[in-house]
């Protein structure tokens, strides 16, 4: 298995950076072609579990013929949960509350001369406010765990894309380990997956699908290299992330954790370009050749 710091060794040299830019440039021209002719998703928003079932059949299928898995395993169950969780009405009550708080103390400095007062209630509004977002507001993004796809309400094409992402893991969890100092491999096959399938399967030419699976792995990829160059200047962004994930810890700052991420897509893009998309297939049967620098 290839650890995450194996990973960052292999794509963060001075070759690499000039494939990556020579290959962003190559999506970008594709990307804004894409755009021209389909610059909105325009299909319905998915609600109902059936239809979320139909898409993912059809996810399925895809990332099946891809991997050239057998259809009748791994069959997965799907969610449809909100993008938000909200506590039921204590939420809404703190945030009307705290958003009072800091709506009024604006006014008694702005129009009551009052600025002590109100300069105090907004700073505690704002404050409150802040913390509340940032612990309670559990956002809910597409995830996989046991043998459950998780889909937050989303246009049919973007759960077709998500769905097909998540698959991916599904797959790949009893050959990929998804712990903290593997999950740059675990992340980079499906992030590689369900681009490749998107960006190459006929079915989604010029589609939404495509646009976005475009754009996904350029911003997968910029970030990657904005790490690499930090990386060749002297000034490593990753060491400690990858310290924090040897230790299993999860406190990742958010920049460096993109930066990370895209490492983990481009390692497989790289090898896609070198050696074609059987290195999917090759990864998901133990093979890490193709990977490694």
């Keep these: 298995m290839i650890g995450n710091r194996r990973i960052i060794e292999c794509v963060a040299t001075k070759e690499n950076l000039g494939k990556l830019e020579e290959i962003i440039k190559q999506d970008l021209n594709e990307y804004r072609q894409t755009e021209k002719n389909y610059p909105k998703d325009y299909s319905r928003k998915i609600r109902k579990k059936e239809r979320a079932r139909e898409i993912l059949k059809q996810g399925k299928h895809f990332v099946d013929e891809f991997l050239m898995l ?7 169950k799907i969610e449809i949960c909100k993008s938000l969780d909200l506590k039921a009405a204590g939420l809404y009550s703190s945030i009307v509350s705290n958003g009072i708080m800091l709506g009024g103390g604006i006014t008694l400095a702005a129009y009551f001369n009052q600025p ?4 105090v209630m907004a700073g505690i509004g704002l404050l ?9 507001l559990k956002i809910q993004t597409p995830h996989y765990e046991k043998g459950k796809i998780f889909c937050t309400k989303a246009r049919e094409k973007k759960m077709l894309f998500d769905i097909m992402h998540e698959y ?8 990929l380990d998804r712990g903290m100092n593997t999950w740059l491999l675990y992340e980079g096959f499906a992030e590689g997956v369900s681009i490749h399938i998107a960006r190459n399967n006929p079915a989604f030419a010029g589609s939404p699908v495509k646009k976005r699976a475009l754009f996904r792995g350029i911003e997968m990829m910029d970030n990657a290299r904005h790490g690499i160059k930090k990386r060749l200047e002297g000034k490593d962004i990753f060491e400690d992330a990858v310290s924090q994930g040897e230790a299993g810890q999860i406190k990742i700052v958010e920049n460096t ?8 897509y481009s390692i497989f893009r790289l090898a896609e370009e070198q050696s074609g998309p059987i290195v999917y297939k090759e990864v998901l049967d133990g093979n890490y050749s193709a990977l490694l620098c």
Excluded: Q, R
């Design 168 to 175: 991916s893991h599904m797959v790949s969890e009893n050959s």
């Design 257 to 264: 954790a993109f930066a990370m991420l895209g490492c983990g």
């Design 70 to 76: 057998n259809p009748d395993e791994n069959i997965p």
């Design 116 to 119: 002590m007062i109100g300069g």
């Design 128 to 136: 409150k406010l802040a913390t509340f977002a940032a612990i309670k």
